[in-house]
């Protein structure tokens, strides 16, 4: 639960979790500035204890159940995040001034154990990608986003940044794919 106390004049995040069905509370606030008062928090629906915190500033991710808060501000501008929705694979959030902004596919968040900056390379698994043939791109209006590339994507973490790196993609008998 989110607790938005700003026009009492209080800017500190409230966000509480319950575990008995709210007979008792918990403050999970560790990692959010005080500065920057909660708006809205949801739980991901497919990995428990993956939370999205929406603030006045930003956006942050908790892998540990809210035990502690990550920004996840990527590309998005400082702004207020009034709320938020996992909707497929994508954050959705509704921000104050900057209209909608989605981080597409949040599969990685999902899979993330916190062991990935301690091996030289994690390969992320990746979400299932379609091969659509069509007549090519449509026309977009200029003020729209722009959405994923076409195509699977990959996604990676590597501990160090190699001199030179190669990447093939086989298919279950072994054969490249990559031509």
């Known amino acids: 639960m989110a607790v938005d106390r700003h026009q009492n004049d209080d800017l500190r995040p409230y966000i509480f979790k319950t575990t008995d069905y709210g007979k008792t509370w918990t403050k999970i606030t560790s990692g959010i500035p005080e500065t920057s008062f909660a708006r809205a928090v949801r739980e991901d629906t497919q990995r428990k204890g993956l939370l999205f915190a929406g603030t006045e500033t930003r956006v942050f991710v908790s892998y540990d159940d809210g035990a502690s808060w990550k920004s996840l501000q990527l590309n998005l501008p400082t702004t207020p995040v009034h709320d938020l929705a996992i909707h497929g694979n994508d954050l959705v959030l509704a921000t104050h001034g900057r209209a909608f902004w989605v981080l597409d596919d949040i599969g990685p968040l999902r899979q993330n154990t916190g062991n990935e900056n301690q091996q030289a390379f994690h390969l992320y698994q990746p979400s299932p990608a379609l091969r659509v043939r069509g007549p090519g791109r449509f026309?977009?209006?200029?003020?729209?986003?722009?959405?994923?590339?076409?195509?699977?994507?990959?996604?990676?973490?590597?501990?160090?940044?190699?001199?030179?790196a190669q990447i093939e993609i086989l298919d279950e008998q072994g054969t490249d794919l990559g031509g």
């Open 139 to 164: 026309g977009r209006m200029q003020i729209a986003g722009e959405n994923p590339p076409a195509g699977a994507i990959i996604y990676f973490n590597l501990k160090a940044l190699p001199k030179s």
